[in-house]
């Protein structure tokens, strides 16, 4: 298992910035991507953006442009800093591990981002 602890949402008004952080703990050694998702009231997770072991990233259409992540080579944290934010991204934000051996997700509580005037 993997402890996932996130932090850094919040209110802002739709053009501003937030960072969020992201903190693994755990069987570390069993992770393969870090990622963030998020779901808006009424709708299914969906994928924002995810690292791999080779440094390799995705981002939805959604996020491209706008969005960064960025992780740490020990594996120990994922951020997404997110710029240019729109009132459309008002969900919560989990953060995920992915794991190997056997495979599966660990999911964060989720933190709440909200974009409005």
């Known amino acids: 298992q993997v402890q996932v602890v996130e932090s850094g949402g919040g209110l802002v008004q739709p053009g501003g910035s937030l960072r969020l952080s992201c903190v693994f703990s755990g069987s570390i050694n069993r992770i393969y991507k870090r990622g963030w998702y998020r779901q808006a009231p009424g709708k299914q997770r969906e994928l924002v953006a995810y690292i791999n072991n080779v440094d390799r990233t995705i981002y939805s259409d959604s996020a491209k442009g706008r969005f960064t992540i960025s992780g740490d080579d020990a594996k120990t944290t994922v951020d997404l800093q997110m710029d240019s934010l729109k009132p459309e991204d008002t969900a919560v934000y989990y953060c995920?591990?992915?794991?190997?051996?056997?495979?599966?997700?660990?999911w964060g509580q989720g933190t709440q981002v909200t974009v409005s005037s």
């Open positions: 995920n591990a992915g794991l190997l051996w056997p495979t599966e997700d660990n």
